[in-house]
């Protein structure tokens, strides 16, 4: 098991490896710089400013020096953000961004799963076509649309939440955003988990489970739930990454201080480190999200046989 | 050619499905020919009617924005850019995926074998963020905006494309034809094209919702259709920060997205019920 | 005179798909009696299967079912859930016939096992687990407390049928429904499997109803023999009578059909022609004239009935077959 592991995490580092390579080598080939925004800087300057973000070296050596400095955890210093480094930045964003991300992927499996199995064990009932309609909805919307629209209802009209702003420990500020996180990850799961539901309820061991007189939630619980989750753990990866791109807007519009909002400005500013350091965030993090869906399936199907 | 005919059947008795059709074909042709029932522009500043609510009576049926722009205007405009865009990178997603997976189903053995691991690390990796980032690198030119989001969207259209291909290619009929002797192009457009077309439209029809959402999500954060251009995104990016003061520059551009992509969702699960098409393992 | 084990009554078995109706059981009574073994016999189709299935209330949704299932004196056709599940699992058990698909992957053979002992008598955990390995080894499962740490696919087809065969008797059942327990068996096993079917029967003393299309599998352990054919029984008698003397056409056809150990092997294997009927096609008279070499003109017109056939019987078993012309003897 803990080979498996250890051979997946090595694969892994050169997929990382390529995508540093290819974006750092695609930001630096860009026509234009990080500080062409500014007004025209007297050429001094701007040669001063080259030298002092090392942007004058010959590109490989510009290339080593980055990745060396990243073994070292330290992604170089934020173009825009003058007084900050990258490092500093990632690692005053990430809890919220994790706080939020992690939250709404709770919570779109805590809710989606018992939605999908009532659905299934419901079929073709009023019930289950509310919840499906619902479904469509969720995935459907995209979470910029939808955040604004619950401000509109819950913070404009009925006053209960606040639209944006944020707040260390408060809790008021991060609902709306959740939410909107939540809904399209929620409908997924919802529709997989009836999908994969249905199709354990017509199988053979769970006639036997009837058979043997097991009460329903018996049946359900322990018989029929993981190997009707097994659509779902696939989509646990995907999930992660659309909430990982929902959480750019949705922090953007509520103005929470994540990396997701980092990452849009670096974007809007053409802060080349920022957002290199960003899409290596993200890029680890789903890797390894890859890895923990691999273990979980392992442990859904005890038929599959993990090979390094 | 008789399971077409079931599936004309199957789609035709599900009411959601052809409602979504029939918004669909609303919204189109709103889009088309809706700016000659109203002659404002949608550049056209009206000062005197800065931020006004939709009202029937007034010459803004839709209200004004905060520049004193007709929305009416703006929101059709808006729709318009993301319908084309959304269709013209659909486009291009799905000549790319089909080549793609045509091509990997076709010759098969390590090639083909390359080309899904290629495909497999693509899925794996939050590929907005590159887009976005090209976006960045590349500059804010809307040509970029189609082709990166092209780029983007073809993996599952050639994963299905492949899937059929292979299958197909093992079809006793596809032998029968290479043997009697018809050329390669007669064989790909009478017997290839034919038995993947119903994948391919199915999840066509689903690749145009995710691409209008993609760009609307670029166009939301400020990095796709540029002003004055409008887009639904950057409509809805401009209501948003009108939220308080007057609701509707978001809820007019944002109900018409959200009701444009639901309604595209659920024409593409009602062609998939209607063709059962499933998804490769 | 003890009521019988299992009665059911007129029972009919319709599935719906679509606009169609389709009959698989098509209004059959019979009994099982306290400790008796009954064979139920047909080819696939003949709804053999079905009948059992609606007793123990495992069809799915689009099937209606219609008439009575007693079950030591209980009316269990229709039941509330709770009480059937009281029943199912413990006095009443089923055996599948795939103990591949049938069991639970993700689970261990200990805890499918126990869980019928927690669920149905109140044990711990802990005990149930005990009383899972003494099972084990009563059903000769070598190296028990090392198979119950296994999952199903660790197991070969032969020992997990072992373990369905145990599940089922873990609380003293009065009657165990196997359905064609053996099919999906290699040969040598199938045997081993019989014999333990015998064994358990003499130190229990449950009532079995074996399901089979296959002859030899119930022939040394079945007292008596139901024949079923296009949703009917056709004939009825003890397991000697009818090896010794089948009434029906059909069941001597299938008698021929299983080739003997003894005497020179026949030049070709005898066939009966011929497909039975779909169960969708409109009954006309009796449902196996079509491949009877002795029907006539009132075997196409009119459906015989189930009644006592002339000749010798054997003591406390009636003979009852569906035929105008019965095989006498």
């Not at chain 1, 939605?115 to 076509?129: E, P, V």
């Not at chain 3, 008596?224 to 008698?237: D, H, K, N, P």
Request: charged fraction near 15%; include cysteine; charge should be positive.
């Amino acid at each position: 098991m803990l080979r498996y592991f250890l051979t997946r995490l090595a694969g892994a580092v050169p997929t990382l490896f390529v995508i540093v390579t290819i974006t750092f080598f695609l930001v630096r080939a860009a026509p234009g710089g990080p500080f062409d925004q500014e007004q025209t800087l007297p050429p001094q300057i701007m040669a001063n400013l080259q030298t002092a973000y090392g942007l004058d070296q010959p590109i490989w050596t510009q290339y080593a020096r980055y990745l060396r400095a990243l073994a070292h955890g330290d992604f170089g210093p934020s173009f825009k953000y003058k007084d900050f480094s990258v490092t500093e930045l990632i690692v005053q964003g990430f809890p919220v961004t994790l706080e939020i991300g992690a939250t709404a992927m709770v919570l779109a499996l805590l809710l989606g799963v018992p939605i999908g199995t009532f659905a299934a064990l419901h079929r073709n009932s009023a019930a289950d076509y509310a919840a499906m309609s619902l479904a469509v909805v969720g995935i459907a919307i995209p979470s910029f649309v939808v955040l604004p629209f619950l401000g509109l209802v819950f913070g404009i009209y009925v006053h209960w939440l606040p639209v944006a702003g944020w707040e260390p420990r408060s809790m008021r500020y991060l609902v709306l955003p959740i939410a909107a996180l939540t809904l399209p990850p929620l409908g997924v799961i919802a529709r997989l988990t009836r999908a994969g539901m249905l199709e354990v309820l017509r199988s053979d061991f769970l006639r036997t489970a009837a058979a043997k007189g097991l009460p329903l939630r018996i049946m359900i619980w322990r018989h029929a739930l993981r190997p009707a989750l097994l659509p779902v753990a696939s989509y646990l990866a995907p999930a992660v990454a659309s909430i990982m791109t929902g959480s750019l807007v949705v922090e953007s519009i509520a103005g929470l201080p994540g990396i997701g909002r980092y990452m849009v400005q670096g974007a809007l500013n053409r802060d080349y480190t920022l957002v290199l350091g960003m899409v290596i965030i993200y890029s680890t993090l789903l890797i390894v999200m890859g890895l923990f869906v691999d273990l979980l399936y392992a442990w859904l199907d005890p038929r599959v046989r993990l090979h390094p | 050619m008789s399971s077409r005919v079931g599936a004309a059947r199957r789609l035709r008795s599900n009411p959601g499905a052809l409602c979504a059709a029939l918004i669909i074909a609303v919204i189109v042709a709103l889009t088309l020919f809706g700016p000659w029932f109203n002659p404002n522009g949608s550049q056209t500043l009206d000062w005197s009617h800065v931020a006004s609510p939709p009202t029937w009576q007034s010459a803004h049926w839709f209200g004004t924005d905060r520049l004193g722009r007709d929305l009416y205007a703006r929101t059709l405009e808006g729709a318009r850019v993301s319908l084309a865009v959304g269709l013209l990178a659909s486009a291009v997603s799905l000549l790319i995926g089909i080549g793609y997976g045509a091509l990997a189903g076709f010759i098969g053995g390590r090639t083909d074998h390359l080309m899904m691991r290629i495909i497999e690390t693509l899925s794996g990796l939050p590929l907005i963020f590159f887009v976005i980032f090209l976006n960045v690198v590349l500059g804010r030119n809307e040509y970029i905006l189609f082709l990166s989001i092209g780029a983007v969207g073809w993996l599952t259209m050639a994963r299905i494309v492949r899937g059929q291909t292979m299958s197909l290619r093992r079809r006793e009929f596809i032998e029968a034809a290479i043997v009697s002797g018809a050329g390669t192009a007669r064989i790909i457009v009478k017997h290839v094209i034919p038995n993947v077309i119903g994948p391919v439209v199915v999840y066509a029809t689903l690749t145009v919702p995710h691409i209008i959402m993609l760009e609307s999500f670029l166009s939301f954060l400020g990095l796709g259709v540029q002003e004055p251009h409008a887009s639904l995104g950057t409509l809805i990016a401009a209501g948003a920060g009108e939220m308080e003061a007057a609701p509707w520059i978001l809820l007019i551009p944002g109900g018409l997205l959200a009701v444009l992509l639901l309604a595209l969702n659920l024409l593409g699960d009602g062609l998939r019920d209607a063709l059962d098409v499933r998804e490769p393992a | 005179m003890t009521p019988p084990t299992l009665g059911i009554e007129e029972l009919r078995v319709s599935f719906t798909q679509g606009p169609t109706v389709i009959p698989a059981v098509r209004g059959v009574s019979l009994a099982v009696a306290p400790g008796e073994c009954v064979a139920v016999v047909g080819e696939s189709g003949s709804g053999k299967t079905q009948l059992f299935m609606a007793a123990m209330g495992l069809l799915p949704r689009n099937a209606a079912v219609d008439g009575r299932v007693r079950f030591e004196g209980e009316d269990i056709l229709g039941a509330p859930l709770g009480r059937l599940n009281r029943i199912r699992g413990s006095r009443l058990t089923m055996v599948f016939q795939d103990p591949m698909t049938s069991l639970t992957p993700h689970l261990k053979i200990g805890i499918q096992l126990a869980e019928v002992l927690v669920c149905h008598a109140g044990m711990s955990w802990s005990e149930a687990g005990a009383a899972a390995r003494r099972m084990l080894e009563r059903v000769r499962v070598p190296d028990p407390q090392h198979r119950l740490n296994q999952y199903p696919h660790e197991l070969s087809g032969g020992l997990r049928q072992r373990v369905m065969i145990g599940m089922s008797l873990l609380c003293n059942p009065g009657l165990l429904i196997a359905d064609e327990p053996t099919t999906a068996l290699d040969v040598s096993v199938q045997a081993q499997i019989i014999d333990l079917l015998r064994a358990m029967r003499e130190e229990i003393g449950m009532a079995l109803v074996l399901i089979s299309h296959d002859l030899s599998v119930v022939a040394g352990l079945a007292d008596r023999l139901l024949v079923m054919y296009a949703g009917r029984i056709v004939e009825s008698a003890s397991a000697v009578e009818v090896f010794a003397r089948a009434r029906h056409p059909y069941t001597a056809a299938l008698l021929k059909c299983v080739p003997g150990l003894t005497g020179p092997p026949p030049a070709r294997l005898p066939t009966l022609p011929g497909q039975p009927p779909r169960p969708q096609d409109p009954e006309r008279g009796c449902a196996f004239a079509p491949r009877c070499s002795r029907a006539e003109e009132r075997c196409r017109a009119q459906r015989p009935m189930l009644q006592e056939a002339g000749g010798a019987q054997a003591v406390g078993a009636a003979s009852l077959v569906a035929c105008h012309f019965p095989l006498l003897p």
